[in-house]
């Protein structure tokens, strides 16, 4: 369910069961967001396209057709606020209802126990691997792939869900909790192509990460990107431009994996978000 909010208005409550439509007023557009969304989602509204949009800190980029996105954190509680200053017209602060979820506990065998509790040198390595990545999502690209529908990279099985709380298993039995985990698992073979679940261009392509092996990312604008990992195979290059459908890649079980599978992973610049929540219900 969508508010519909102006500028010029006092903020409409994100409560609301029926649209708010706004008063027709010159220069000033209808703000568009949901009422509600689940937390680890992704966000997409519409507004005037010389808006300043202010959300967790941040300026957030408005397209020239006045579309822009926010990610919402696995942890975030409820409301969150969006604040809106529309040329001419006062600052207007929306607020969204984020519905809780559950995040159950997985427990995982079979992984490499130095990926677990790496010794000193393989985890100065995977620091090093993680801030390469990481520099990589905080590009603000102004194109708007992220508008598109979003496919499934591979069809299979959901091995692995977003937000989940891990707990890996190591030979002797010992329990070793880690941080929760940042995207969805698909069980598939290995060799599977991978393909793009939307446009994009490729911003970090290595086969050989410690942990997470083969990953490649794909920036989709405006801080929104996917990240595949545990590649056997990698079939793009940094620079590349990719279309929805295109191959990136195959399944693989490298870096920190039990099995032949993809890990599918989304960021709104440092902010984890669930692809899964992307797919439409028919996709799913």
Same mark, same amino acid.
């Given at each position: ?8 208005? !006092?903020? &409409?409550?994100? $409560?609301?069961?029926? =649209?708010? +439509?706004?008063? %027709?007023?010159?220069?000033? /557009? ?78 995982? !065998?079979? &992984?490499?126990? $130095?990926?677990?509790? =790496?010794? +000193?040198?393989? %985890?100065?390595?995977?620091? /090093? ?156």
């Amino acid at each position: 369910m969508a508010v519909v909010l102006s500028g010029c208005v !006092s903020p &409409v409550s994100a $409560t609301s069961t029926t =649209p708010t +439509p706004s008063p %027709a007023v010159a220069g000033v /557009r209808a703000t568009v967001l949901p009422s509600e969304v689940q937390q680890g989602a992704l966000v997409i509204g519409t507004t005037h396209p010389a808006a300043r949009i202010e959300y967790a800190g941040r300026e957030v980029r408005v397209s020239p057709e006045g579309t822009f996105a926010i990610g919402v954190s696995r942890d975030a509680q409820s409301p969150i606020v969006i604040a809106v200053t529309q040329p001419g017209s006062p600052r207007t602060e929306h607020r969204i209802v984020v519905q809780p979820r559950d995040f159950p506990v997985e427990r995982i !065998s079979g &992984v490499p126990p $130095t990926t677990v509790k =790496p010794p +000193p040198e393989i %985890a100065a390595r995977i620091e /090093r691997e993680q801030a390469r990545v990481s520099a990589e999502r905080t590009r603000d690209d102004a194109r708007t792939d992220f508008t598109q529908t979003f496919r499934w990279p591979v069809h299979g099985r959901i091995s692995g869900r977003f937000g989940n709380n891990r707990v890996y298993v190591l030979p002797d039995g010992t329990d070793v909790p880690q941080t929760p985990h940042s995207g969805m698992d698909i069980a598939a073979a290995a060799g599977t192509p991978i393909l793009a679940p939307a446009g994009g261009l490729v911003t970090f392509a290595d086969p050989d990460l410690f942990l997470t092996g083969g990953t490649v990312l794909i920036d989709h604008g405006h801080g929104v990107s996917s990240n595949f990992l545990h590649l056997s195979r990698i079939d793009v290059h940094v620079g590349d431009r990719v279309e929805q459908g295109q191959a990136i890649g195959a399944v693989g079980a490298t870096g920190r994996a039990s099995g032949p599978h993809l890990h599918w992973g989304m960021n709104w610049f440092d902010v984890r978000i669930d692809p899964q929540l992307l797919l439409t219900p028919e996709a799913r």
